[in-house]
């Protein structure tokens, strides 16, 4: 069974950084495409950020081009989402997931992921 383990959320100002951890087990890391999404107060869960199982592609949604970052560490079984220039608006639970599969393109879609962790909560304020 695979389990993912988010770290890193926290309080900061506007403008500021911070970096998610997820951590993954349970299965073969580099078989899975991760994704991050998020979740504010009143709003449903949105696609924040996707990697393929190798790395060498990723895409995000509009609104966090240029300031978000996912990447992942195969032999650390890791996914990271580096955030910078974050806004009050960015404010929200945020949940790593796991699609199998070695898809061309990862998935951006809540439905094409089969495992989810528990969430970490990231609060900017102004």
């Known amino acids: 069974q695979v389990q993912l383990v988010e770290a890193g959320g926290g309080l900061v100002q506007a403008g500021g950084s911070l970096r998610l951890s997820c951590a993954f087990s349970g299965r073969a890391f580099n078989f899975y495409a991760m994704g991050w999404f998020r979740q504010a107060p009143g709003k449903e869960r949105e696609f924040v950020a996707a990697?393929?199982?190798?790395?060498?592609?990723?895409y995000y949604r509009d609104s966090v081009k240029g300031r978000f970052t996912i990447s992942r560490d195969n032999a650390k079984n890791t996914v990271y989402l580096a955030m910078s220039s974050l806004n009050p608006e960015d404010t929200a639970v945020y949940y790593c997931?796991?699609?199998?599969?070695?898809?061309?393109?990862?998935?951006?879609?809540?439905?094409?992921?089969?495992?989810w962790g528990q969430g970490t909560q990231v609060t900017v304020s102004s």
């Open positions: 990697i393929r199982w190798s790395g060498d592609y990723t």
């Open positions: 997931a796991a699609d199998y599969g070695r898809r061309t393109v990862p998935a951006r879609f809540q439905s094409e992921y089969e495992y």
